[in-house]
């Protein structure tokens, strides 16, 4: 998942989201037998042995903790601590995403290249990407489950969700999650009409990005979830990326009647004093959404409920 050279590798540490494209079959937990291995995606299942069970993937079984107490999640870390999964490390941007630091102030940032420091953190599992280095000798730590990227955000979190042993209560958020942001979507177009448009944008110290449909900062619950519409340049420029870096002077010709501001504290606004911002008519008629960049990269409960929240009011309460 996202956008900018140098901010690819930030999006790829928190997997959505953000990402849409089918990333494989979803796995279940099984019985098991004992030693630990890799695997990459989902599978199928079947039942259980007390303290360890058998995650199906689609490169085999791996054996893990049926109630695992010490997590490194190296990717999937807020779709981890959304079930209060019990994680000893995490990534850097999870550790300083504002919306998971009071659940996450005694957990130590660790990255694929600290290997030494993810031992002495004694993890009974281990959750990386299929990206990351040194995963041979990440499962001989502990039992390692590899996520590749792509994966529909739903299907990640239901994911997630039975690796720890919450399948059916993830499967109840999810579904409920669903009615409720398509319920959202259809009072919004009932106030604003089928067409209403919204485009999700941010910055970076250098450049603009406009997002696609599954680009974490909300694009899955607005676009896929409340099945809004974004612009036609958005749909056309974003299909291959999953976002486009745009000119200062092309912004009007991507913005929607409603606009998505994700803020970068650490980013270069300038741009939202240029006239090319501040005559859209969506910034003269007060409808536009800001959000925090580093609290919104993130598809999992936590967040995808935050900006629910956030999105309702935005939609709804506008004059």
Same mark, same amino acid.
């Given at each position: 998942?996202?956008?900018?050279?140098?901010?690819?590798?930030?999006?790829?540490?928190?997997? $959505?989201?953000?990402?849409?494209?089918? +990333?494989?079959?979803?796995?279940?937990?099984?019985?098991?037998? #004992?030693?630990?291995?890799?695997? #990459?995606?989902?599978?199928?299942?079947?039942?259980?042995?007390?303290?360890?069970?058998?995650?199906?993937?689609?490169?085999?079984? =791996?054996? =893990?903790? @049926?109630?695992?107490?010490?997590?490194?999640?190296?990717?999937?870390?807020?779709?981890?601590? #959304?079930?209060? +999964?019990? $994680?000893?490390?995490?990534?850097?941007?999870?550790?300083?995403?504002?919306?998971?630091?009071?659940?996450?102030?005694?957990?130590?940032? =660790?990255?694929?290249?600290?290997?030494?420091?993810?031992? !002495?953190?004694?993890?009974?599992?281990?959750?990386?990407?299929?990206?990351?280095?040194?995963?041979?000798?990440?499962?001989?730590?502990?039992?390692?489950?590899?996520?590749?990227?792509?994966?529909?955000?739903?299907?990640?979190?239901?994911?997630?969700?039975?690796?720890?042993?919450?399948? @059916?209560?993830?499967? @109840?958020?999810?579904?409920?999650?669903?009615?409720?942001?398509?319920?959202?979507?259809?009072?919004?177009?009932?106030?604003? +009409?089928?067409?209403?448009?919204?485009?999700?944008?941010?910055?970076?110290?250098?450049?603009?990005?406009?997002?696609?449909?599954?680009?974490?900062?909300?694009?899955?619950? $607005?676009?896929?979830?409340?099945?809004?519409?974004?612009?036609?340049?958005?749909?056309?420029?974003?299909?291959?990326?999953?976002?486009?870096?745009?000119?200062?002077?092309?912004?009007?010709?991507?913005? +929607?009647?409603?606009?998505?501001?994700?803020?970068?504290?650490?980013?270069?606004?300038?741009?939202?004093?240029?006239?090319?911002?501040?005559?859209?008519?969506?910034?003269?008629?007060?409808? =536009?959404? !800001?959000?925090? #960049?580093?609290?919104?990269?993130?598809?999992?409960?936590?967040?995808?409920?935050?900006?629910?929240?956030?999105?309702?009011?935005?939609?709804?309460?506008?004059?």
């Amino acid at each position: 998942m996202k956008m900018k050279k140098a901010y690819l590798p930030i999006m790829l540490g928190f997997v $959505l989201i953000a990402g849409a494209c089918s +990333g494989g079959k979803p796995g279940q937990s099984t019985n098991a037998a #004992s030693s630990a291995s890799q695997a #990459s995606g989902g599978g199928s299942g079947g039942e259980r042995k007390p303290g360890i069970v058998t995650y199906e993937s689609e490169n085999g079984p =791996v054996e =893990v903790p @049926a109630d695992p107490q010490r997590i490194v999640g190296l990717t999937n870390a807020p779709n981890i601590a #959304s079930l209060d +999964g019990r $994680l000893v490390g995490v990534d850097e941007w999870t550790k300083s995403n504002p919306l998971f630091a009071a659940k996450l102030a005694d957990v130590e940032v =660790v990255s694929d290249a600290d290997l030494t420091r993810i031992s !002495e953190l004694h993890p009974d599992l281990i959750v990386a990407g299929a990206w990351m280095n040194h995963l041979d000798e990440m499962s001989e730590i502990a039992p390692t489950i590899i996520f590749t990227w792509g994966m529909d955000y739903l299907d990640q979190q239901l994911e997630i969700g039975k690796l720890l042993g919450q399948e @059916a209560q993830t499967q @109840a958020w999810i579904d409920d999650f669903k009615s409720r942001a398509k319920a959202a979507g259809d009072r919004i177009k009932a106030k604003h +009409g089928d067409d209403v448009t919204v485009s999700v944008f941010e910055y970076d110290s250098n450049d603009i990005y406009v997002f696609g449909n599954n680009w974490a900062h909300g694009t899955e619950i $607005l676009y896929q979830a409340m099945g809004l519409k974004m612009p036609d340049r958005v749909e056309q420029d974003t299909a291959e990326a999953g976002y486009y870096t745009l000119v200062q002077n092309e912004i009007p010709d991507y913005a +929607g009647d409603f606009v998505v501001l994700s803020k970068n504290k650490d980013g270069n606004d300038a741009f939202l004093e240029s006239a090319a911002w501040k005559n859209l008519p969506a910034v003269t008629g007060g409808r =536009v959404m !800001e959000i925090d #960049s580093a609290s919104t990269a993130s598809s999992d409960p936590t967040t995808l409920e935050y900006l629910l929240d956030i999105f309702k009011e935005g939609f709804l309460t506008e004059p």
